[in-house]
């Protein structure tokens, strides 16, 4: 009898956006306060990366995911919309929801769900920066 077994797959992809953190629930004082430089009016740029996929190991394939369905997912939902964009001003999710590194982690999760098989994103990890890391599961 054998055992399925559960691989998981790591695809770095980098990305590039500017956003503004600004809180349409604050004042500009406050927003000031909580975001500091981040809340620029020009707002602020960063090069983005990351993301997890966990399933069962096929027994055919011996993978736990198609890379060029993977790759065809990525472009669809984190490339063409996000790449070189203004948060936002580009994206329109961002319109009334704060540009932040978690938000953006949560919107790639939504949208990632939509087009992957099910079961098999297992966690949203995005490098801000270098010593700025969040993770989402879709909790």
Request: glycine share 6%; hydrophobic share 35%.
């Amino acid at each position: 009898m054998s055992t399925e077994r559960v691989g998981y797959i790591t695809r770095i992809q980098s990305f590039s956006a500017c956003h503004r953190l600004h809180s349409l629930g604050l004042s500009d004082e406050d927003n000031i306060k909580v975001f500091g430089k981040c809340n620029n009016p020009n707002g602020h740029g960063h090069n983005y990366k990351g993301l997890m996929f966990k399933s069962f190991i096929d027994a055919v394939t011996g993978m736990v995911m198609n890379l060029t369905d993977l790759k065809m997912y990525i472009e669809d939902v984190i490339m063409t919309p996000l790449d070189h964009k203004n948060l936002d001003k580009d994206v329109p999710y961002f319109a009334n929801v704060v540009s932040t590194t978690e938000n953006l982690a949560v919107y790639i999760w939504d949208n990632m769900v939509k087009v992957l098989p099910t079961d098999t994103l297992y966690e949203i990890k995005i490098h801000e920066t270098d010593k700025n890391i969040v993770v989402y599961r879709g909790e």
